[in-house]
């Protein structure tokens, strides 16, 4: 046991990559294309990827939201996850980065088991429960524009069963949420949220040093 957590350094992050990383031939093609766009900052790790993958295995998920898709990559991890009944709700703003996502999930055979909605996922989560889907998904994952994290967080809860699973990313904002000089509008959101979850009794969380900071949320 250890009473701290290691910051990973790149060497030690190459070797758990190098004896953990199960990234199949498509995943790794899809990050390669995205890591040469604007905005690729904007993908997950292949690390939180599989992390993701895992959790929906280990929840036995059928039922899958994404709340920020880009160009797939995360939402591909999931999906490849499902069986091969699931499905997966994609929201985005972004025509021309979910077509790359739509490109690769063809390749991977899972395209199927996408719906994607393309407008501002609030309006989008809001329809969602509108039209009864209330509780009805096992998993949500937000990683979009930070500013309307609280509205996403409360939408999903309601939109996610008993037992359900919620992963938000960028919780750390790169240090951000500690710099008492940081006054953007995502920080200061960020920041509200991280609180407002903490002392939310209708979840049991985790937060994990992984990537920029990932809570996990399961809902009571
Ligand atoms: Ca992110």
């Not at 899958?64 to 939402?75: I, N, P, R």
């Not at 509205?151 to 710099?179: P, S, T, W």
Request: charged fraction near 25%.
């Amino acid at each position: 046991m250890s009473r701290e957590t290691v910051t990973l350094w790149p060497e030690l992050r190459e070797y758990m990559l190098s004896v953990s990383l199960r990234e199949v031939p498509v995943l790794r093609e899809l990050r390669e294309e995205t890591s040469g766009i604007i905005g690729s900052n904007m993908q997950v790790s292949p690390e939180q990827g599989q992390l993701l993958h895992f959790l929906v295995r280990l929840i036995g998920g059928r039922r899958t939201l994404e709340v920020g898709t880009f160009t797939g990559y995360s939402a591909l991890w999931t999906a490849l996850a499902l069986p091969e009944d699931g499905s997966l709700t994609a929201c985005d703003v972004s025509s021309e980065w979910t077509g790359v996502a739509e490109r690769y999930w063809r390749k991977a055979g899972v395209n199927d088991r996408m719906r994607l909605i393309l407008g501002p996922a609030s309006n989008t989560l809001s329809a969602l429960l509108e039209s009864g889907e209330t509780g009805s998904f096992d998993f949500a994952f937000i990683d979009a524009d930070k500013e309307n994290y609280g509205d996403y967080y409360e939408k999903c809860l309601l939109l996610l069963r008993q037992g359900g699973l919620m992963a938000l990313d960028n919780v750390f904002r790169h240090g951000k949420v500690i710099d008492m000089d940081a006054h953007d509008p995502g920080t200061v959101a960020m920041r509200e949220l991280n609180a407002r979850i903490a002392a939310d009794e209708r979840v049991d969380l985790s937060m994990i040093p992984l990537g920029d900071g990932l809570t996990l949320v399961r809902r009571r």
